[in-house]
Every structure is written in C-alpha cells, then in structure tokens.
C-alpha cells in the first residue's frame, strides 16, 4: 500500500472511519511530509500546525463517542491562497494582503468544515490570480514537483504542486481562463472547473476582501490525485450560497453513461494562434486511439466556432 501522503482521499476516508487509522497520526505525516518537501516546491505559504493538531485530536474524539460525522471528517487538506479562512492570513499572492485575516470562512470552507475536514494551510498564487505561474513578491516561486526548473502552472499552482507532491489530499482552486486546468495539467494531477455558480465563490479573492458577487467566468472548483476523489469534494463544495438557499437546490442526477462505446470524444488539437508541442498532440493521438480501441467514438471535431481566430472576433 502506498504511504499515507499518497493513498487516495476516499481510501484514506475508509481508514478514519473504521479506525484503523487516527485523524492525529494523518495530520502528523502530512505536516512532515511538508517539512521534508515544500521548502524545494514552496507550494505551502501558510500553515497552522497547533490548529490543525487539536482539530485532529477533537475529530478523533467524536468519532470514539459516536458523535456525528461528516463526509470529510478528520481528512486534512490545504487550500489556494485566495479562499478566506476565518483567522489565517489571506493574500491572494498581494503585499497589500500581507497583514489580512478574514473574520468569515468562505462559503467553500464553511462547507468543508461542516464536513469535517481540517485546514491544514495555504497553497501559493501569483498576484491576484492571475497568471499561468505562481510566484509573488511574498512567498516567492513555486516549483513543479517534478523538475524545478518547470512551473507548476497557475494561478492554483501551489494546490496542484501540493498534491501532486504528496503534501495534501484534496485542493480547492479557482479557474477563469485555465487557473485550475493548466496547473493539473502541468503537474499530472486532475482538477475541474465545474458549471457557472456550481460552488460559491463568496469569500474568495479577487474580488476585493467582502465581495459578495462573483466574477464573469471565474469558478471554485476541485482538484485531486484522481476522478473519484474529484467528485468526493465536489459533492461537497458545491451548491448555493447560504443567501440563495431558498431560491434553489442541488439535485444533479448521476451521469447515464456507463461505457466508453456510449462516449463521443472530439480532437481539436492544433491552431495557428495557440501551437502545442508535438510530443504532446502525438500523446493525445494516442489516446485517442486508445479510446476508439476500447470503444469511444473518436474524432476530429470539426466546427467553425473551433477556431481561435473566430473565437477572438466573436461579439
């Protein structure tokens, strides 16, 4: 079996709960992974050790008396720099956010508290969020796990740099034009950008600390070290703001797909305004091939709209 730092949240969820496996002994193995890894990656740039210790402790002690648990109780994970958590610093990667402390959990970490999970800490951005790296003039450079003369990506760098060196089991990003997708991609671990208003994004950073609205295109969403895990912390992340409560409700039915042969999957893998390495387009052929093989139906998706030019004229 793998270490703890690397077995799959759900699995490490199925420990916690038959108790072959404490909250306390889980927390304890991440922290030292952190210590051993991230001063080479710098993917964490906030933690709170003595905080995350005593969560552990009470998660194990309600679950010895019976008391109710939920989905995440007693898991630790880390989050990106730009969701506020009630008490620990967030910067969103800014020096004019060096000194902020929310008084108010996001909507996200409320949600994931209530399910009992434990904040371990932050993982870094870059300024604001907005770039395809992650370096700031606070925290400095994140690198790739893997080699780190690479980026992880960004702007949710630090989270995918996290999990993908075993400092963390789940990660919540945030994407508007690749922020989540482009740092899992880089760093080999699998993320999301859920549907428009999916998860809430009250709390989150940028906007400006108390905005209650939230960004054209910008959405909160998962990351982890597989597809299960993936719709583990969706599950719980996702639904209405606690203002919109009365307004709707989450009912998602499970997906009518049950084998590749019912599955159709477009290639659009080459643009003159966006060229991609070879290796790679030759990598996702190669997929492809092996989809139709098991059954998919493969193709190259043709449309007019698929076409960087067109999408840059559209109004």
């Not at 420990?15 to 991440?30: F, I, K, P, W, Y």
């Not at 922290?31 to 003595?50: C, F, K, M, S």
């Not at 606070?138 to 996290?162: D, E, K, R």
């Not at 305004?273 to 092996?290: F, H, I, M, S």
Request: proline share 6%.
């Amino acid at each position: 079996m793998d270490e703890l730092h690397y077995q799959p949240a759900h699995a490490l969820l199925t420990q916690l709960e038959a108790g072959t496996l404490s909250s306390e002994t889980l927390v304890t193995a991440l922290l030292a992974r952190i210590h051993e890894h991230n001063p080479a990656v710098n993917a964490i740039v906030t933690l709170d050790e003595a905080l995350a210790l005593e969560q552990a402790r009470e998660a194990d002690q309600k679950r010895t008396t019976g008391a109710a648990t939920g989905a995440l109780h007693g898991l630790p994970l880390t989050l990106k720099d730009t969701w506020e958590v009630s008490g620990m610093a967030c910067t969103a990667g800014a020096t004019a956010l060096r000194n902020y402390s929310p008084e108010r959990h996001a909507d996200v970490v409320q949600r994931l508290e209530d399910a009992g999970a434990i904040i371990l800490g932050k993982t870094n951005v870059p300024v604001y969020a907005t770039d395809l790296q992650s370096y700031n003039k606070l925290f400095g450079v994140t690198n790739n796990p893997y080699n780190a003369n690479h980026t992880p990506g960004g702007s949710s760098g630090g989270a995918a740099a996290a999990l993908a060196a075993g400092m963390t089991p789940l990660e919540v990003g945030s994407d508007l034009a690749g922020s989540i997708r482009i740092p899992a991609h880089f760093c080999g671990v699998f993320g999301h950008k859920p549907s428009r208003s999916l998860v809430s994004f009250r709390g989150h950073i940028p906007g400006p600390p108390g905005t209650q609205s939230q960004p054209d295109l910008a959405e909160g969403g998962a990351l982890a070290r597989n597809a299960k895990d993936l719709e583990l912390l969706l599950k719980v992340i996702a639904g209405p703001k606690p203002v919109d409560g009365r307004c709707w409700q989450l009912e998602m039915a499970p997906s009518r797909l049950n084998t590749l042969k019912q599955t159709r999957v477009g290639l659009w893998l080459e643009d003159p305004l966006c060229p991609v390495e070879k290796e790679l387009t030759d990598g996702y052929r190669a997929l492809g091939t092996t989809l139709a093989d098991q059954g998919a139906l493969v193709s190259e998706a043709n449309h007019p709209l698929l076409n960087l030019a067109a999408c840059r004229t559209c109004t």
